[in-house]
Each structure stands twice: as C-alpha cells, then as structure tokens.
C-alpha cells in the first residue's frame, strides 16, 4: 500500500510562509500528478493544487493563487507547498495525494496529514 508522509507544518503568524513537503512511497511516483488539499474540522477535504507528473504545469484554487507554490522533485519523490502570506483561513490540516490529469479528487489512500495554523 502506497504511503504518503507530510510534514512541515507549524503554528505561524499571518503573514508569514511555511514549506510542506510530500513523501510518497510509490516507485512511479514520477509518473502521476500529484495534489494539495486541505481540510477544517466539520468540512469537507479541499483541493487546493495540482502538479503535473513533469512538474511543468501546476494549477491552484483562487483563495491561494499567487501565494502557493506547488512544486515536486522526482529525483528525491518528494513534492512541496511553499505558502507565502499566510491568512488565518488557510489554518487546516494538508494532504498530498495523487491526482487525475486535471483531476480535483485524491486517489490514494490519505496519509496523517500536517497541521497548519495562522494567527491573526
């Protein structure tokens, strides 16, 4: 069973940025996209971004474009989330998991998660 491992989540002020990495256990993990989502207490998971299994497209939800970055390393089967300017309505736990081409679904099985929190 694929394994996915997040990590680098942290409790920051608004304004400010975090980096999240992905660990994917998968060997052909170059080989499929792979996305962001998040999720708040008593609501539903949220896709927030998307990267092509090259990594030379991405795609974001309005809320985070311009302050997200998705990116992956397939050398290192790693994917990140750089968030910069940081808003308290970011604070949720984040997901990777692989996506569809242009898919919004998570396929795999969920990983633990990392929390992110933003202050005001």
Known sequence: QVQLVES??????AG?????????????????????????????????ARISASG???????????????????TKNMVYLQMNSLKP???????????ANDGVMGLGSWGQGTQVTVSS
Not at 27 to 45: A, L, S
Not at 56 to 74: C, E, L, P, Q
Not at 89 to 99: I, K, P, W
């Open 89 to 99: 309505e970011d604070t949720a736990v984040y997901y990777c998991n692989f996506v």
């Open 8 to 13: 680098g989540g942290g409790l920051v002020q």
């Open 56 to 74: 030379t497209a991405t795609y974001y939800i309005d809320s985070v474009k311009g302050r997200f970055t998705i990116s992956r390393d397939n």
């Open 16 to 48: 400010g940025s975090l980096r999240l990495s992905c660990a994917p256990s998968e060997r052909t993990f170059r080989m499929y996209f792979m996305g962001w989502f998040r999720q708040v207490p008593g609501k539903e998971r949220e896709f927030v």
